[in-house]
Nanobody, 123 residues
């Protein structure tokens, strides 16, 4: 069973940056697509980005384009989400999730989920 552990969240001022990490265990990233999602208080969980098993990236969040970058290090079993020029509306719990090989914008396609890491953007 795939286990995912996120880290890297925190409190950051508007305009700041963070690098979120997602470490996967039990399966190699060569077989998994890893998606990033976020959920703000009182809102539904939404897709942010994804990187496939073939290292192709997709971005689901219009407001994140140009500010969010997904990458991975297969040797470290780790996927990263670099978030920059952060805004207060980016405040949310950020989750990574795994699905088989190809990215999907459908949240129900993702079988395994991490526990989330809190990102708070505030001055």
């Amino acid at each position: 069973q795939v286990q995912l552990v996120e880290s890297g969240g925190g409190l950051v001022q508007p305009g700041g940056s963070l690098r979120l990490s997602c470490i996967a265990s039990a399966f190699t990233l060569d077989l998994l697509a890893i998606g990033w999602f976020r959920q703000a208080p009182g809102k539904e969980r939404e897709g942010v980005s994804c990187i496939s098993a073939s290292d192709e990236s997709e971005y689901f969040l219009e407001s994140g384009k140009g500010r969010f970058t997904v990458s991975r290090d297969v040797a470290k079993d780790t996927v990263y989400l670099h978030v920059s020029n952060l805004r207060p509306e980016d405040t949310a719990v950020y989750y990574c999730a795994a699905t088989d090989y190809y990215c999907s914008g459908d949240i129900s396609s993702y079988t395994y989920w991490g526990q989330g890491t809190q990102v708070t953007v505030s001055s």
